[in-house]
């Protein structure tokens, strides 16, 4: 089965200032890279999300980049704000061509410095 | 807007004493899932459904069992509780079954004392 690592577990930001949140994956078949926010006390929600035909995806402030050379994927937030301050996790598909859920990462939680 | 709806926020249990959680989708989703949340670990699959009364093991099953006998209902059963199962359970359900975005419910906070 997939196994996905996230980098860094915490990580503190000046507001305004941007982020990257990092994760590798062990499958290369994998084709489904999404992104989860969950606010404290809240559900897990779906921010951003990338297939392997593209290499990288933008909404606003949040992208997403995928190398699938590397295995590898990240999250970039730019201009951050007290909003964004969330625990982050990445996710990868549980068995690498598309079946049987999703294998999430450990969680970044992310801190936005006043 | 799919809504993922779990009945218990908050859920107290003795240690041996047999739990339901329940979930409900309204979104005609084939696909629903248990997750386990802790700190430092992430989310964690315990079980999960492709279909009525189809079940598979995710990757932390060991001690848990489910129910799935309508479309939009999965439960997840906790056969003898037991304290190392204290813990948040969140429900989630997709259109597909890997390369689609997962739907969450709120979670319920289970302490087993």
């Known amino acids: 089965g997939e196994n996905v690592e996230q980098h860094p577990s915490t990580l503190s930001v000046q507001e305004g200032d941007s982020a990257v949140i990092k994760c590798t994956y062990s499958?290369?078949?994998?084709?489904?890279f999404p992104w989860y926010k969950q606010e404290l006390g809240k559900r897990p929600q779906l921010i951003i999300d990338?297939?392997?035909?593209?290499g990288e995806k933008k909404d606003q402030r949040i992208a997403v980049t995928l190398n699938k050379t590397a295995k590898h994927f990240s999250l970039h937030i730019t201009e951050t704000q007290p909003e964004d301050s969330a625990v982050y996790f990445c996710?990868?598909?549980?068995?690498?061509?598309?079946?049987?859920?999703?294998?999430f990462g450990k969680g970044t939680h992310l801190i936005i410095q006043p | 807007d799919v809504k993922v709806t779990q009945s218990s926020r908050y859920l107290v249990k003795r240690t041996g004493e047999k739990v339901f959680l329940e979930c409900v989708q309204d979104?005609?989703?084939?696909?629903m899932f248990w997750y386990r949340q802790d700190p430092g670990l992430g989310l964690r699959l315990i079980y999960f459904?492709?279909?009525?009364?189809?079940?598979e093991k995710g990757d932390i099953p060991e001690g848990y069992s489910v129910s799935r006998e309508k479309k939009e209902r999965f439960s997840l059963i906790l056969e003898s509780a037991s304290t190392n199962q204290t813990s948040m359970y969140l429900c989630?359900?997709?259109?597909?079954?890997?390369?689609?975005?997962?739907?969450f419910g709120n979670g319920t906070r289970l302490t087993v004392t």
């Open positions: 989630a359900s997709s259109w597909d079954r890997g390369d689609s975005p997962l739907h």
């Open positions: 499958d290369s078949a994998s084709n489904y």
């Open positions: 990338i297939r392997s035909n593209v």
């Open positions: 996710a990868a598909p549980r068995r690498g061509g598309g079946a049987d859920g999703l294998t």
């Open positions: 979104m005609d989703h084939e696909n």
């Open positions: 459904s492709y279909d009525v009364k189809m079940k």
